[in-house]
């Protein structure tokens, strides 16, 4: 069976596991603080293919930002990843393949495959991180667009320029959807900076109304985006990862999408990995392709 050295690389962390071809980790998930400079990242990389490069068939690395249709280098959009990361050239990192995918789509094959959308041909999966990211499955093929960038949120659900976008726009629906736009809900919500999501969640758990408001307003905004893309798309299933997604009321948001689409009804649930679906969902990918 073939095993893949697989890396899951974001503005915070690298991530980095053995895998095997069909799915199932071969070792432990080992993680680093992401380093501050593109160079120091590359020794980083470099040292720990060096450490398993004889015992794999391929390495595999998903990663923020889009990639070229050949699977081999970031095309544009690396969030906050330090300046040059963009033209890392990969395939000189290793003597064996190297195979490069956004992480959104690393993570939605995952769940295609072995995760909670196994049997479905049509997926969307929405992690609510820093951005959003998303990933999408139509009639059983990864759906990447012309240029990688396939399904991004970088579209505005308001016109009164209320929030300025990461990516220089305003009011895209990232900026409202976002693990991030709760910490501005937050901010907001008590014109004090120092607010943030945390105090949110742990004010839901006290019962605290107004932080029960702030959530569900933000939660009204991870709805909108569900219906925008379960009606673009008509998947089978819309999952939603990262951190804040296990605070969702996923049995009312799905009978709320349900009564409102005009496409069939989906199933909402959240995604079965979350700190491995990059790894597991590049490994997979990356041995499809050997």
């Known amino acids: 069976m073939k095993k893949i050295l697989s890396f899951d690389i974001g503005g915070t962390k690298i991530a980095f596991a053995l895998v095997f071809e069909n799915g199932e980790l071969a070792s432990k998930t080992v993680k680093f603080s992401t380093p501050a400079t593109t160079e120091a990242i590359v020794a980083l990389l470099k040292k720990i293919i060096s450490q398993h490069e004889d015992e794999v068939d391929a390495v595999a690395i998903s990663t923020a930002g889009t990639v070229d249709s050949q699977n081999t280098k970031i ?151 569900v219906r925008i893309f379960a009606s673009i798309f008509d998947p089978d299933i819309v999952l939603l990862g990262g951190s804040m997604a296990h605070f969702i009321n996923y049995p009312l948001m799905e009978k709320n999408v349900n009564a409102a689409i005009v496409a069939a009804q989906i199933v909402l649930r959240e995604a079965e990995f979350e700190n491995d679906a990059g790894i597991i969902g590049g490994a997979l990918l990356c041995a499809e392709s050997l």
């Not at 990933?135 to 009164?160: C, M, N, W, Y």
């Not at 901010?187 to 029960?212: F, M, P, R």
């Open 75 to 225: 095309t544009g959009s690396v969030g906050n990843l330090p300046e040059g990361y963009g033209d890392v050239d990969f395939q000189a990192l290793s003597k064996k393949k190297v195979f490069v995918e956004n992480d959104a789509n690393s993570a939605v094959w995952a769940e295609y495959k072995v995760g909670h959308a196994k049997n479905m041909n049509n997926v969307v999966l929405l992690t609510l991180g820093t951005g959003v990211g998303v990933g999408i499955v139509v009639d059983g093929k990864l759906l990447k667009g012309k240029s990688g960038a396939a399904g991004e949120t970088h579209f505005p659900v308001r016109q009164d320029k209320h929030r300025r976008c990461g990516c220089g726009n305003y009011d895209c629906l990232e900026v409202y959807m976002s693990g991030s736009a709760l910490n501005l809900d937050a901010k907001e919500a008590y014109n004090d900076d120092n607010k943030t999501s945390y105090d949110i969640i742990q004010g839901l758990e006290e019962n605290n109304h107004k932080d029960i408001a702030v959530f569900e307003r933000w939660q009204n905004m991870v709805e909108t985006g």
